[in-house]
């Protein structure tokens, strides 16, 4: 159950107000000219704001879309800001399991990339299982959040050269789940016609994206226990204006009106990640290390058998596909 104080700290926190108090400590960034960054779900929102921040401070940026219209569009949008930037646009669509290895095997043939950042990500809606289901019968959400998110990360940790940084964007709505190490591991047939207030299926897809976002905060915490050599850092946004939150939580993003942080705010962080030198493992929201966990009872979710129940699920995935 979320308590009182918790919104009021994600109010205080979250908000564009949480960001311009935070921002007043805020030092200027190094520029870079040698780094290459690879941000999937980067044709708008977040992941577009910090491609042309990083690309800004001379980061070669290759943007990851599943769309190759609206790549091209931000990559043009990208040099308009900034001429001169090396930017290269590739198309992957991470909810397509099957896809995913062989993309990073093709594009580590001809780039090397420095960091990895995991932006993309979905929340669908409804039960129509047309749009709810990938081909390979898992649920959408868990899909590209979770699974996808985590065989494109193992991937480019299986690689000769393996990135130095990785940077998954999580959100705030984790704060609200505790682990399920079982949830949206296993592909389904069908959806349920009245789905159940919880699991996978619920018309509401809020509480599958949480659950999603607990479980990328705790796949990175583990992987930096096996992975010395690369940088893992998960961060919370803030509670940052994108079309995908408009279309996905619109009473939410009514309720919020002149609260919300600039899709340019919401990506500093990951800027910030990116430029400098940080402690693996930590969840970051303004630049600074934060709890992962606040006013809620974690008994049981968060415990290492569960971990490791989560992990060997994802581990067979990985090798699944």
Known sequence: MITGS??????????LGGYEKASKSFTALPDITKTSVLITGSNSGIGLAAAKQLAKRGATVHLACRNEERAEKA???????????NVFVHLLDISKLPTIKPFVEKLSQDYKIDTLVNNAGCMVHGTDSSKRLTAQNFEVNCA?????????????????????????????????????????????????????????????????????????????????????STEFSTMHPG???????????????????????????????????????????????????????????????DSQSNRDVFMKNLESLYAEF
Not at 193 to 212: F, L, R, S, W
Not at 246 to 252: G, I, R
Request: charge should be positive; proline fraction near 6%.
């Open 144 to 228: 590209t959040n979770t699974i996808g998110t985590y065989i494109l990360t193992k991937a480019f940790l299986s690689l000769d050269s393996i990135p130095s940084k990785i940077i998954t964007v999580s959100s705030g709505g984790m704060y609200t789940e505790r682990l399920n190490p079982n949830f949206g591991m296993s592909p389904t047939d069908t959806l349920p016609e009245k789905p159940e207030k919880t699991g996978p299926y619920i018309k509401d897809a809020t509480q599958v994206y949480a659950q999603n976002k607990r479980q990328q905060v705790v796949f990175m915490e583990e992987l930096t226990k096996k992975h010395q």
């Open 6 to 15: 918790w919104i009021i700290k994600g109010l205080r926190e979250f908000t």
């Open 75 to 85: 990559k043009n949008e990208i040099l308009e800001e900034h001429p001169g930037s």
């Open 239 to 301: 509670w940052a204006e994108t079309e995908a939150v408009k279309n996905s939580m619109p009473d939410f993003h009514k309720k919020m009106e002149g609260k919300w942080r600039s899709p340019d705010q919401g990506a500093d962080t990951i800027v910030y990640l990116g430029l400098e030198k940080v402690e693996s493992g930590k969840f970051w929201l303004d630049r600074k290390p934060v709890n992962t966990k606040l006013c809620i009872d974690y008994r049981g979710g």
